[in-house]
């Protein structure tokens, strides 16, 4: 038996003495509007990216956004980390586990087979995402957020399919505790579960997209400053932005906005 490759990247001492700042790119959702400015970020050597996911649906432009991020991860395997979504759970042969998906029909009119786009394009993008990224001691990088079920970081190197539901379906409310969440998947998880976890995994923060509407005007911020929310795409009329750690002092960030 081989073992699979780990699901959690983490940031080595190397990797942050390099870079001059990670800019992590939440929620883009087939928003053709920021693909040239991210393309400009990606650009300078001094960056290192970091996508949250949810790179189509809603938006029209999901196919280009995939397309894009594949590339980027091509040019710059060494500082360019795309994260998966929600939005990029499907099963093996191409039905999605989430609704509604756009993604297929959008392919459909761009004159793609979906089953032949899916099998040589999309699949083999989506086995290059992570689960999630750490920077130790500091930040852990998700797309939706965490529960109760994530108790080392063990837990996010080789997760079982309930915690890697949780990581892409989560998300944070005021208030303590942890119930089913309303989508259906994953938990929502109290100001009590993040301290808890954080404090597990030896981070004091984490950020994470899957709400966009959290974040129409700049990063959102809850549970004490502890899990920060970020947009990038404007397909709900927000301003898309970027937010930017700094890896010699990962508790100093802004944010970028993309327009
Ligand atoms: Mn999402």
């Known amino acids: ?92 042969d191409g039905a999605p586990r989430f ?32 689960l999630a990224a750490a920077i130790p001691n500091e930040v852990l990088l998700v797309h939706g957020g965490v529960s109760s079920k994530i108790v080392s970081l063990e837990d996010l190197r080789r997760p079982v399919k309930v915690v890697e539901a949780d990581v892409l379906w989560s998300d944070p409310f005021e208030g303590y505790g942890e119930y089913p969440n309303r989508r259906g998947v994953g938990v929502e998880f109290g100001v009590d579960v993040t301290e808890r976890v954080c404090r597990s995994l030896g981070v004091k923060r984490i950020v994470r997209s899957h709400e966009p509407m959290k974040a129409l005007n700049g990063y959102y911020s809850e549970h004490g400053g502890r899990v920060i929310t970020i947009s990038s795409t404007s397909v709900y009329h927000g301003r898309p932005f970027v937010l930017t750690i700094n890896p010699k002092n990962p508790s100093e960030v802004s944010q970028v906005f993309l327009r």
Not at 101 to 106: F, G, T, V
């Open 1 to 92: 038996m081989t073992s699979p490759r780990t699901r959690l990247f983490e940031f080595t001492r190397e990797v942050l003495s390099r870079t001059g700042r990670i800019v992590v790119i939440g929620d883009i959702h087939g928003d053709y509007s920021v693909i040239n400015p991210i393309m400009k970020m990606a650009e300078d050597e001094e960056n290192f990216l970091v996508f949250l996911g949810d790179y189509a649906d809603r938006g029209r432009h999901g196919v280009e956004v995939v397309e894009t991020v594949a590339t980027l991860l091509r040019k710059y395997p060494e500082r360019v980390l795309a994260l998966k979504g929600n939005h990029e759970d499907y099963t093996e």
């Open 99 to 130: 609704y509604p998906c756009d993604l297929i029909r959008e392919a459909r009119k761009k004159g793609r087979d979906w089953i032949t786009y899916f099998r040589g394009e999309f699949k083999p993008f989506v086995e290059q995402l992570y």
